[in-house]
């Protein structure tokens, strides 16, 4: 499955912004989908991933409370919405899915990834 994201942008500290990740070249409703980050200088790390029905979610702590994570499968679409943003929330941000039902909070086990789409938070 093909990822495309978009929605990042520039934001003050405070302020909320939606991700979206579009899938294309198959349906994902049958996969766990989710979201990574990379801030500049830092390693990659897991932001939230959901399931294949949407109802089962798991965040990162850093963001949990502040983060969600949704799915519409009849869009083949998974969003991000963000709100409280802080200037650590600045990164690359890239949308993941694994050809299975379960969520992982571990990168490799997602063997399809987005582009990525920037988001800045500045103070």
């Known amino acids: 499955v093909q990822l495309q994201a978009c929605g990042g942008g520039l934001v003050m500290a405070g302020g909320s912004l939606r991700l979206s990740c579009a899938a294309s070249g198959r349906t994902f409703s049958s996969d766990a989908v989710g979201w990574f980050r990379q801030a500049p200088g830092k390693e990659r790390e897991f932001v939230a991933t959901i399931n294949w029905s949407g109802r089962s979610a798991y965040y990162a702590d850093a963001v949990k409370g502040r983060f969600t994570i949704s799915r519409d499968n009849a869009k083949n679409t998974v969003y991000l919405q963000m709100n409280s943003l802080k200037p650590e929330d600045t990164a690359v941000y890239y949308c993941?899915?694994?050809?299975?039902?379960?969520?992982?909070?571990?990168?490799?086990?997602?063997?399809?990834w987005g582009q990525g789409t920037l988001v800045t938070v500045s103070s």
């Open positions: 993941v899915a694994r050809s299975s039902s379960v969520p992982s909070t571990r990168e490799w086990e997602y063997g399809s």
